[in-house]
């Protein structure tokens, strides 16, 4: 075997050996619609003129099922952040939005969002889809992954769009909100498990012993 074919054996080898357990899990994407109810103001001009009150608007959102909880020092707000993620809407948005997953504990009901947004500066996006959960299902920091089955009604999941560019004293120069019409799972995209990863690099890593016998 060529010297160059068996060092690329090798280089594959090592680089599969360090592969982490992050790899174990599967990007989830929902595609939603939501209608809007409320539009609020739009000084930034930023909201298509086509949108009105009783538009349904459509887009997706997707995070990795395997986040963990990125807020360990505020006990009654769990955080999911992918940097991964997307979230996207027709019609909205001009900046790309971090995505990230929240629930937050309160004495009888929790709040269950996934959020988009953006903050550079003065200048803050986001685009919110959450509801109250009065069953409080997502304790004991539990991710939520069944936004296309919730314990409640889509009519009663609520939709949010705000841009503040900081030229307005209040808070927002463009918002709008609605409610969510339905939101539908994709089938996961599996990734390999890390013992898979590991069976592969021990094959090549045999190969290559093999091939400098040879």
Known sequence: ??????HYLLTAAASCLFC????????????????INTI?????NVIDDNIVVGTVLSGSFS?????????????YVDRYADPNGSFTIAGL???DWSVSAFVVHQDSRDIVDVKG???SGNIYESVEIGFYDHSQSYDN???????????????EIEF?????????????????SGYVSSIALHAPTDVPAPSTMLLLALGLFALSRKAKRS
């Not at 075997?1 to 068996?6: F, G, H, I, N």
């Not at 769009?161 to 709008?176: I, V």
């Open 20 to 35: 982490t357990t992050s790899v174990n899990a599967c990007l989830l994407t929902w595609d939603f619609t939501v209608a």
């Open 141 to 155: 920091g539990v991710l939520p992954v069944n936004w296309h089955n919730p314990p409640l009604p889509f009519a």
């Open 117 to 119: 947004d953006y903050w």
């Open 1 to 6: 075997m060529p010297v160059r074919q068996k």
């Open 40 to 44: 609020y103001q739009d000084k930034a």
């Open 160 to 176: 949010d769009y705000t841009l503040s560019l900081g030229t307005d004293p209040c808070c927002y120069d463009s918002r709008l």
């Open 93 to 95: 948005g001009i900046y």
């Open 63 to 75: 995070y990795d099922d395997g986040l963990s909880e990125d807020s360990p020092d505020r006990d």
